[in-house]
């Protein structure tokens, strides 16, 4: 039940931002967990990338990213996880896994809606420095990556609960993203890389991959959500964005969405599957085959493997 009610709150709250922007109402709207693995730095003294972490943690949990009104239980849960590489004269170099997920309707299931791994993280930071959230200007690289990524979840979250309702949100990150290239800071040049954070925006936005934004309402809102109710109708949604996501494919092979896509539903796709008919199951292999050929051994699960979703 509880979990019923909190899926019916997100999506009124979707509804709700949607139709009206209310500055009064402004809550924080993330649930973010933090985590800094610096191992791999020798002689240095752990208490700055102590700091760090929980500088980061206080920053995404407590910066009012929207307009829109969150209750405690409706935060969207989220995780970045840091692995510093390098760190020499107060700059810090390495990797940022980003996830986010958000609850299925009248179930116990929560379903991964973001998971991407950023190879371009780069940005200097002293012990106790503050980080200072503007919306208008960049005070920093590491502050850019924050506000990136936090708008990217919950772009793709108010996404999942309406047709294209994050647009506002991918906005915000346009603006993050055209502010970091005027800088001139790493991972954020157009074309440099076909993973960085303009790549990732530019897959959910330009027209060649646009159509990868009618998957994730008509996945979870229309799918997934609708299936305690009907599992027939709503994994035939889901196979319906399977044949969407092969049309992004043949469009654009190389997009970052489609290896985000992979990285976030390749094992809850062979989950709801399980229970299928023959012909469905042998449907989506051959669509999710043409897409992601070298997944060959996880593929096969969805033909051959039983579980409970």
């Known amino acids: ?28 709207e993330l649930k973010c967990d933090v985590e800094i693995n610096s191992t791999q730095i020798q002689n240095t003294s752990k208490e700055v990338f102590n700091t760090l972490q929980q ?10 990213w929207t307009d829109a009104q969150f209750s405690v239980n409706e935060k969207i849960e989220c995780r970045m996880y840091f692995t510093i590489k390098s760190y020499t004269d107060n700059l810090m170099q390495g990797d940022l896994q980003v996830q986010s997920s958000r ?52 772009a793709l979250d108010f996404d999942t609960f309406s047709l294209k309702g994050g647009e506002p949100y991918y906005e915000k990150a346009a603006n993050v993203v055209r502010m970091a290239q005027s800088a001139g800071e790493s991972g954020w040049k157009a074309f440099e890389d076909t993973k960085n954070r303009s790549a990732v925006l530019s897959a959910f936005t330009e027209g060649n991959t646009s159509g ?38 043949d469009t654009a092979p190389m ?7 992979k990285d976030a539903k390749l094992d809850e796709l062979v989950n709801i599957y399980s229970k299928a008919g023959q012909t469905e199951k042998d449907k989506v292999y051959d669509l999710l085959y043409a897409v992601y050929p070298t997944e060959q051994t996880r593929l096969k699960k969805i033909k051959e493997e039983y579980k409970d979703f």
């Open 103 to 154: 609850p299925v309707y009248n179930s116990s299931y929560t379903t991964t809606v973001m998971n991407f791994k950023d190879t371009k993280i780069e940005f200097s930071y002293q012990e106790n420095e503050p980080l200072v959230y503007s919306e208008t200007t960049m005070e920093s690289n590491l502050t850019a990556i924050l506000n990136f990524y936090a708008f990217m979840i919950i």
């Open 255 to 261: 997009s970052v969405c489609l290896s985000m896509w």
């Open 1 to 28: 039940m509880f979990v019923k009610m909190k899926v019916l709150a997100r999506y009124i709250l979707v509804t709700a931002a949607m139709l009206a922007s209310i500055a009064g109402l402004r809550a924080q």
């Open 212 to 249: 990868i934004r009618a998957i994730p309402y008509n996945y979870h809102h229309r799918g997934l959500d609708q299936m305690t109710l009907s599992v027939d109708k709503g994994r035939a949604m889901v196979t319906q964005m399977m044949e969407t996501l092969k049309k992004v494919f």
């Open 55 to 64: 500088a980061i943690a206080d920053y995404m949990n407590t910066t009012k």
